[in-house]
């Protein structure tokens, strides 16, 4: 099976040469390289699919250096992650297919080019069994999504997040390789397999635990590393930034998951505590700064921090379970953690693929300009609601199962045998409900404010609904998430490998014994969650809510205007507005927020409002930083003084202190 | 016999540091090309000596290399040089001559203090002058830094090169003869690129005064 994966991996490779060919006729590019990308793509998720429960194959590719060939292995995990990036980047090539237009910016031929080979990869980051490819295809990667990211360099702000991008993208892979350094423990072995075998003391084991969760968190957006991603993401091409966000950041959950689950056999208590704090700071800050956001890809990718941090806080709690021998749990909580991989990439996907039709039916990012589109753009409007539904985690869409999984595995805690975590615990379960409810706040602010009430500009009227590859890219990832909602249990039969090669227990059994259409992780009696029934439930009182409402009080419709309560006209400015639905968040949560605010004075006849919202961390860690490096060069530079005697004097005095330093 | 030429050895080698340190507070460009060349005789003679005592046949032709080079060949050049350029009678001001004899002197007694473990090592019957070869060379160094004119600057870059020569000879009889022949020539070809350079910021700035390449500094 892993030569089908690898010449899938190859044909996506050719297909980006074939685009290089084919540099600028647009429509060879548009109409057939990406298509047939989504096709490949397609044919990747199938090859993991019938990956997933099969035993590790490897393979060895004689690429790279001489005596270092690239190690691959298919195993559960990366066939899981592998389904992942086939399936969410078939429906983004379809899309793209339509998105991409002919003008400035980079040729087409080159885009396409670089697009697959992001493709490409990530899927040989998943596969690699030794240091060497692994940091190879993590760099392709790194720079792939830079150079996308920069599509459009000649705006000055895109350049900025580019570089503010690949700068941390290099801090965290040299984190990253430090972590293998460390993981072979000077065996001089770098393959994967050699270092399972190793076993590290608790120090060296701490040590290459922390180095991996600094360097794949820094691809993760973890805080305090996610300064870059509210910068790149909005700055991408839409269905690069799908794909940067929807599957690009689950690369990073796959290595941490492979580095403390696969490559580690000690599992520390505090490590779990670890990282469910930060999974939790990370979520409960990436929510609340996407609720106060008014652009509408920034808004999204605050909340791909958000998911992130959930994702962690799941890890977290799997390890700890974990580190206590409590194996079935720890594979609850890791079912939880994989399904969300799976349900954020689709949804999130999904949501920026939308962002993207509406940027280009409307041109405005800005959710002040933006309103009413429903009904200009039916089709991205309900398909994108399907997506925010799913976000918010609202029953029976997919985002729901997984937050009901990790609220779950937060319920069995009292389990733990330490009285400390026992009374930690249950805070972090409810903010992680706090999190929940937050992030359908602001998806309500996302959707409301784009699609529904009026429009604020006179020129959304003229917006035209997405084209047909568009439409279907986005049905596409739609499906998922509602498939994925329904039918719950048939994706826990692909996790179940997963998490059974990670810890060694598995859910499926105990999904299976109550039947397809009901979720039951524990025990029926104690929690189960029928999506079917939740469904039909909601069709049956829609549709008698409905009927009840035309039956009796349609009938007696009155229609008059006596009074106008005050407002005998109304406006689109009159709406409630993005700032003003953020508004209350941004009282409570006033502390997390940097404000910079001028208010117009009330005899001002055209009065403005501005308001500038800023990161802490920004100002308290990433500016001290650069201020000291800036002194510490400017300090270097002053050895620069252009007189020849003093250079002398500089080797002069260095050889006399190498001397002393020798006759010692 | 071999006592009394040990002693000569001995001998040279104390009128080399000397030599130096002439050098080191000369301020007439022309006795210090002569100075050099007396430089150049006295490390010759030197290497004649121990050639004679050990008989290593070798350090004949490294000597004899060193005679055309040292004494004849490159002194003839700078004299060329420092007509064509017209700074013959050039009197340079040299800032607190006290000073840097007497950082010098430290120089020579931390050279010797590094020697001490070395000659220890070393079978060589001239190993009592490792200490004055570095002394030599940090003085040489010494003079390339105080210096701020162009030709006095060569003139300490070439003694350099004398003291690492007279190093080679009396702690391990010589380097090999391909490295010598390798040293020579680079020491041959940088006098002619350095009096390249020398017209060239001649022209560039009218006079052989390095500081005026503080102008070139980027800000």
């Given at each position: 099976m892993i030569d089908w994966v690898l010449l899938v991996i190859a044909a996506w490779i050719g297909v980006g040469v074939l685009g290089i060919a084919a540099l600028r006729q647009f429509k060879l590019v548009a109409r057939i390289l990406f298509p047939l990308g989504g096709l490949i793509g397609l044919a990747l998720a199938f090859a993991a699919l019938s990956a997933l429960p099969r035993a590790p194959e490897i393979a060895i590719l004689p690429i790279g250096l001489p005596q270092l060939p690239f190690h691959l292995r298919l195993d559960s995990l990366s066939a899981f992650f592998l389904l992942i990036i086939g399936a969410a980047g078939a429906g983004i090539s379809v899309f793209a297919a339509g998105y991409f237009r002919q003008g400035?910016?980079?040729?087409p031929g080159l885009l396409c080019c670089e697009y697959h080979l992001f493709l490409a990869s990530m899927a040989m980051v998943v596969l690699a069994d030794d240091a060497y490819a692994f940091m190879v295809a993590w760099e392709s990667m790194a720079l792939a999504s830079f150079f996308l990211v920069t599509a459009?360099?000649?705006v000055p702000e895109i350049r900025d997040a580019g570089f503010l991008y690949l700068l941390i993208a290099h801090i965290g892979a040299i984190a990253i390789l430090l972590c293998f350094g460390v993981l072979q423990a000077n065996s001089g072995d770098y393959t994967f397999a050699g270092m399972r075998e190793q076993s590290l003391s608790p120090f060296w084991a701490s040590a290459a635990f922390l180095l991996a969760l600094f360097g794949f968190g820094a691809k993760a957006g973890?805080?305090?590393?996610?300064?870059w991603l509210p910068e790149a993401h909005p700055a991408a091409p839409s269905p690069v930034s799908a794909l940067m966000s929807g599957v690009m950041l689950k690369t990073a959950i796959y290595g941490l998951l492979r580095v403390c689950?696969?490559?580690?056999h000690l599992h520390l208590w505090w490590w779990g505590v670890t990282l469910l704090a930060l999974g939790l700071a990370t979520a409960l800050f990436g929510v609340v700064f996407a609720t106060v956001q008014t652009d509408m890809k920034r808004l999204l990718a605050y909340s791909s921090i958000e998911n992130i941090g959930l994702l962690l806080a799941a890890i977290g709690l799997g390890l700890l379970f974990r580190s206590y021998g409590m194996n079935a749990l720890a594979a609850l909580a890791l079912t939880a953690c994989l399904f969300h991989v799976a349900s954020h990439a689709f949804f999130k996907s999904l949501l920026f693929l939308g962002t993207g039709s509406v940027l280009h039916a409307?041109?405005?990012?800005?959710?002040?300009?933006?309103?009413?589109?429903l009904r200009y753009m039916p089709w991205v409007g309900w398909l994108m609601l399907v997506g925010v539904f799913a976000s918010s985690g609202?029953?029976?869409?997919?985002g729901f199962v997984s937050e009901w999984l990790l609220l779950q595995s937060f319920?069995?805690?009292?389990?733990?045998?330490d009285p400390f975590l026992n009374m930690f615990i249950p805070i972090v379960a409810a903010l992680i409900a706090l999190v929940a409810a937050l992030a359908g706040y602001a998806m309500v602010k996302f959707f409301g404010i784009i699609?529904?009430?009026?429009?604020?500009?006179?020129?959304?009227?003229?917006a035209h609904d997405a084209g047909p590859w568009e439409k279907a890219g986005m049905l596409w990832l739609a499906a998922w998430c509602i498939a994925l909602g329904l039918l719950p249990n048939l994706m826990i039969q692909f996790i179940d490998p997963v998490t059974r090669m990670m810890?060694?227990?598995?859910?499926a059994k105990q999904a299976a014994a109550s039947g397809w259409w009901l979720l039951a992780p524990t025990s029926i009696e104690r929690a189960s969650y029928g999506p079917v029934f939740f469904l039909l439930g909601i069709i049956a009182a829609s549709t008698l809510a409905f009927l009840l409402v035309r039956l009796f009080y349609h009938g007696h419709v009155r229609r008059s205007?006596?009074?106008?309560?005050?407002?005998p006209w109304q406006t689109p400015r009159m709406q409630d507005t993005a700032e003003g639905f953020g508004q209350p968040i941004r009282q409570i949560f006033e502390p997390f927020l940097r404000l910079q605010r001028t208010l117009p004075s009330p005899?001002?006849?055209k009065p403005f409002y501005k308001v500038v919202l800023n990161d802490h961390f920004w100002h308290w860690l990433y500016l001290p930083i650069s201020r000291g490096i800036e002194y510490l060069a400017r300090q270097v530079g002053r050895?620069?003084?252009?007189?020849i005697s003093i250079y002398l004097l500089y080797s002069f005095i260095t050889l006399l202190f190498m001397l002393f330093l020798v006759q010692r | 016999m071999d006592n009394l030429i040990t002693q000569l050895i001995n001998l040279f080698a104390a009128v080399i540091l000397m030599l130096a340190f002439a050098m080191l507070s000369q301020r007439r460009i022309l006795t210090l090309i002569h100075l050099f060349t007396l430089q150049g005789l006295t490390v010759v003679a030197s290497t004649v000596a121990v050639a004679y005592v050990t008989?290593?046949?070798h350090l004949y032709y490294s000597a004899a290399l060193t005679l055309a080079l040292k004494c004849f060949l490159i002194p003839y050049l700078l004299h060329r040089l420092i007509n064509r350029l017209n700074v013959r009678w050039d009197i340079e001001t040299l800032i607190n001559i006290p000073t840097i004899m007497l950082i010098g002197i430290v120089l020579v007694v931390f050279s010797f203090n590094l020697a001490l473990p070395i000659a220890k090592l070393?079978?060589?019957?001239?190993?009592?002058?490792l200490g004055i070869a570095i002394a030599c060379f940090l003085l040489s160094f010494m003079m390339m830094i105080t210096r701020a004119k162009a030709v006095p600057q060569v003139i300490g870059f070439l003694s350099m090169e004398n003291a690492l020569f007279f190093a080679a000879t009396s702690a391990?009889?010589?380097?090999p003869m391909v490295v010598e022949l390798g040293i020579a020539l680079d020491v041959l070809v940088g006098v002619l690129i350095l009096g390249v350079f020398m017209f060239q910021i001649r022209e560039q700035f009218d006079s052989l005064d390095i500081s005026h390449l503080e102008k070139l500094k980027e800000d």
């Open positions: 400035a910016g980079t040729p459009n360099h000649k973890m805080l305090p590393l996610h300064v689950f696969d490559l580690l409307t041109s405005e990012r800005n959710l002040g300009h933006l309103g009413g589109l609202l029953p029976p869409f997919s319920l069995f805690t009292p389990g733990l045998p699609f529904l009430g009026q429009p604020r500009e006179e020129n959304l009227r003229h810890v060694g227990e598995g859910l205007a006596p009074w106008d309560c005050g407002h005899a001002d006849t050895l620069q003084q252009g007189r | 008989h290593q046949h070393s079978a060589s019957i001239a190993r009592g002058t391990t009889y010589g380097m």
